[in-house]
């Protein structure tokens, strides 16, 4: 299989390297316009995300060249000489396709089943599947290879535990937000301190459509600084029960060694009790909030322990989902390499048929040319009986050769088969195989 | 019975539905049996329907007088508001708490016989078919209450206790359930006070009296009370939504317990009480 990725991942380098390689999505057409002009390459999709850039390649000819790839990877990412090369991963062959399947499927996302890479692996075959090259940059084997992958990714997604629950503690506080709010349009946020966390727990919220952020923090400028980022409004402390009393969800994340938000500043803030529900999510170590607090009516409060628990249970049952989802990954491995293969083994026999079938025709009107005084029935039995004794000489090789497909050792049978009966080379017949597959069928 | 193989179906797909949602409770609303499970319903209701059609045009009657009719009629009732809760999403989970009470009642219904009644009747009409169906209606509205509610009690308790598991991810939103609480029990209020309203001026003209000791008249009142004191509890307290959600499991629950006890206590048979 000549298939091969090249690339950089969470695997092979760290945030600061990865940054530099990834691609926008504008950059994508002139990325593989360059990879056909200058390498050997027939198709080709580049995957760039936050934790991985990769170029898949289908090449023109084996083996596979990696140097233009390289290159390009290279030069995007401002790196040069063996160290930048080190951070490079290069894969060939079948282990490709497990590869895809197993990205796609979040097996080897740094949050194992993460739901975002099944969208970006789609967006990432569709972008290059609308670049206007002739012919088309992605073409009848990585469609295939790309389908699959996404088809595999539906399926460990449905049918295992992989994307069970939230993972990080900000998806956690997006997930019960929802669970309370139902949707969090038009909801408002009050953010206490200026912790990283915090804040890029406000922003997941943010994505989910929270109306309005109010920041609140010890140091007024730094609030103010905050709430521009996050396009809210800055509050100060003593205002706190006054924000309070506007908010839905407080995030809580300051660095301060004690207490910021008593039982005693909500009862204040909420004289008969908060009518609607508030959900508190104290990040903080020190805890910022009381913890009586959480025993007030329509008050959910969760601090760091209680989210890493809840992410800790949803990782376990992750991890218990891998091995279900390895063997849907495996499965769809198979399909793809026996498809994969199909396309050596359907030109061969149709080759060897059809060189058989000039033989028997030339053989045939020869000893018809000698048999002339045969009626004209007689001469129709002969004809019949050499096509079926060809069928019959055929049926046991071609046969093997299709079974060979579902077999490792598939590959050498075809080459033996194509040497004993003097049949044209693998690269000419893959391409017309190819071509054909684009057109119609899956190369049966 | 005509409507025989539509009743039986209809029963069929809704227990297709039930045993979906219980799987979804079990897994965590995980798999395609989830999207699957309220368009199972749908058809349901459609096969029920079709039923009782088919059963008010071979006995030109409507369905609405008999036990059997009656209850299946109700039955009918429930299915339809739990198929309005389609354009709510996740809301339609409360199906695992309404498709047991469409099957208890259905199922008693077919046990009964959903048949004509042959007794005369002297309050048939457009007055009649009114009352019972806005009576149904308000039934409907504190039942789905009711379902809202119970959901509404065990989210909030793994919200509190902070278990985020199965259930926590099968049952919607907080939000959602208190808005379909609150939206049911004002249309049960509605069709309840209706159908008193009807009920009380047929017999009034009719009879000449209000038949205030008769015991539909005393379970109409008892609903009715019930659905305004669990709309009282939304406003009051430091938990509307809970308070409310409360109320109207407790209320339903006085309202079941009240039937029973009067269908037990009842002279007359054969009627909806």
Redesign the interface.
Same mark, same amino acid.
């Given at each position: 299989m000549s298939l091969a990725v090249i690339g950089v991942s969470h695997h092979t380098a760290p945030v600061e390297i990865r940054e530099r390689f990834a691609f926008a999505a504008s950059e994508v057409g002139h990325v593989l316009a360059c990879l056909r002009s200058e390498g050997d390459v027939r198709e080709a999709v580049l995957l760039s995300t936050c934790n991985r850039t990769e170029i898949y390649l289908f090449p023109v000819a084996e083996p596979v060249n990696l140097s233009a790839p390289e290159r390009i990877l290279l030069g995007k990412a401002g790196l040069r000489g063996s160290e930048a090369s080190s951070h490079l991963f290069r894969i060939r062959g079948h282990p490709v396709v497990r590869h895809l399947f197993e990205v796609t499927s979040g097996l080897d996302s740094m949050v194992t089943g993460e739901a975002e890479i099944q969208g970006q692996v789609k967006e990432a075959y569709e972008t290059a599947s609308g670049v206007a090259l002739e012919p088309p940059i992605v073409g009848p084997v990585l469609n295939r290879l790309f389908q699959t992958a996404l088809s595999v990714g539906g399926r460990v997604r449905? #049918?295992t535990?992989i994307g #069970?629950?939230s993972a990080s503690v900000a998806s956690?506080a997006v #997930?019960?937000a $929802?669970? %309370?709010?139902?949707?969090l349009r038009g909801k408002r946020v009050l953010i206490l301190g200026a912790g990283a966390t915090g804040e890029l727990t406000v922003e997941a919220l943010a994505r989910e459509g929270v109306r309005g952020v109010i920041v609140a923090n010890r140091t007024y400028d730094r609030a103010v600084q905050l709430s521009g980022r996050l396009d809210g409004r800055a509050v100060r402390f003593d205002q706190l029960e006054d924000a309070l009393r506007e908010s839905d969800i407080v995030v809580s994340s300051t660095a301060a060694p004690h207490v910021m938000l008593t039982r005693e500043m909500v009862r204040s803030a909420f004289p008969?009790?908060p $009518? $609607? *529900?508030l959900l508190i999510v104290d990040i903080a170590l020190p805890r910022d909030v009381e913890p009586s607090v959480?025993d007030e *009516?329509?008050v959910?409060l969760?601090n760091v322990d209680?989210l890493r628990? %809840?992410v800790d #249970?949803h990782v376990g049952v992750r991890r218990a989902a891998v091995p279900h989802a390895r063997r849907i990954v495996n499965a769809g491995t198979e399909d793809f390499r026996s498809w994969y293969a199909s396309l050596e083994v359907v030109p061969v026999i149709r080759t060897l048929r059809e060189q058989a079938e000039v033989v028997r025709a030339e053989e045939t009107s020869k000893l018809l040319r000698k048999l002339a005084h045969l009626p004209e029935e007689d001469r129709a039995r002969v004809e019949e009986f050499t096509r079926s004794l060809l069928g019959k000489l055929l049926h046991d090789p071609t046969s093997l050769l299709r079974r060979s497909v579902d077999e490792e050792t598939g590959g050498h049978l075809v080459e033996e088969v194509r040497s004993l009966y003097g049949l044209p080379g693998s690269e000419d017949r893959r391409e017309d195989s190819s071509t054909r597959t684009g057109e119609g069928g899956d190369g049966e | 019975m005509p409507d025989g193989m539509f009743h039986f179906t209809a029963l069929f797909l809704y227990a297709l539905a039930l045993t979906l949602w219980i799987r979804g409770l079990l897994t965590g609303a995980r798999g395609r049996g989830q999207a699957v499970a309220p368009w199972i319903a749908v058809a349901a209701v459609l096969s029920h329907l079709s039923a009782l059609t088919l059963f008010a045009l071979e006995y030109r009657q409507l369905p609405l007088v008999g036990l059997g009719p009656a209850l299946s009629s109700l039955a009918l009732v429930l299915g339809l508001g739990l198929v309005a809760t389609l354009s709510l999403r996740e809301a339609t989970r409360i199906g695992i708490v309404v498709v047991p009470l469409i099957l208890v009642l259905q199922t008693v219904a077919l046990v009964t016989g959903v048949d004509p009644t042959r007794e005369p009747l002297d309050f048939q009409g457009i007055w009649f078919a009114l009352h019972v169906t806005f009576a149904f209606l308000g039934y409907q509205g504190l039942a789905l209450a009711f379902a809202a509610g119970l959901l509404y009690l065990v989210q909030f308790h793994e919200l509190k206790s902070k278990r985020l598991g199965r259930v926590f991810r099968f049952i919607p939103p907080l939000a959602t359930l208190d808005g379909l609480g609150r939206v049911s029990l004002w249309i049960g209020f509605g069709g309840l006070s209706i159908a008193i309203v009807l009920g009380w001026a047929w017999t009034l003209r009719y009879r000449g009296t209000f038949q205030v000791a008769d015991p539909k008249t005393l379970w109409a009142v008892v609903s009715w009370t019930a659905v305004v004191v669990a709309l009282l509890a939304r406003r009051g307290g430091d938990r509307p939504g809970r308070t409310g959600a409360l109320a109207a499991v407790l209320g339903f629950g006085v309202v079941v317990l009240f039937f029973l006890v009067l269908r037990l206590m009842a002279v007359e048979n054969g009627l909806f009480l």
């Open positions: 449905h #049918e535990g #069970e629950g956690v #997930e019960l $929802r669970k %309370i709010f139902g949707t008969d009790g $009518r $609607r *529900p959480g *009516p329509n959910f969760y209680d628990k %809840i #249970e | -």
